[in-house]
Nanobody
Framework: QIQLAESGGGAVQAGGNLRLSCVAS????????MAWFRQHPGKEREEVAF???????IYADSVKGRFTISKDNAANTLYLQITNLKPEDTGMYYC??????????????????WGQGTQVTVSS
């Protein structure tokens, strides 16, 4: 069983930066697709950044230029660097690992393993 643990969220003012981390533990067969999702209060979770094993990252239009997804395979850690935070970035951020349903495309990936989330709150 794989466990994912996010950290790095917090309360920041608009224009600030954060770096979210997601550490994977347990039995990890090898590098696989990973992603960050965001859930605004009262809304469905949305995929905002996706990184396959060796491909170019994919981002939602709303975060392009401000979000950067990266991965340290040796440390089993996924990162999300967020710059120029906006109030609309407020939400719970989840990391996910290994596709549950192959064939889906961004932003409709379905993942097998999920973290518990880290809260980001941006004030204006």
């Amino acid at each position: 069983q794989i466990q994912l643990a996010e950290s790095g969220g917090g309360a920041v003012q608009a224009g600030g930066n954060l770096r979210l981390s997601c550490v994977a533990s347990g039995y990890i067969p090898g590098p696989g697709p990973m992603a960050w999702f965001r859930q605004h209060p009262g809304k469905e979770r949305e995929e905002v950044a996706f990184l396959a094993s060796a491909d170019t990252p994919i981002y939602a239009d709303s975060v392009k230029g401000r979000f950067t997804i990266s991965k340290d395979n040796a440390a089993n850690t996924l990162y999300l660097q967020i710059t120029n935070l906006k109030p609309e970035d407020t939400g719970m951020y989840y990391c996910a690992m290994y596709l549950e349903t192959p064939g889906r495309t961004f932003p409709n990936h379905d993942f097998r393993h999920w973290g518990q989330g880290t809260q980001v709150t941006v004030s204006s």
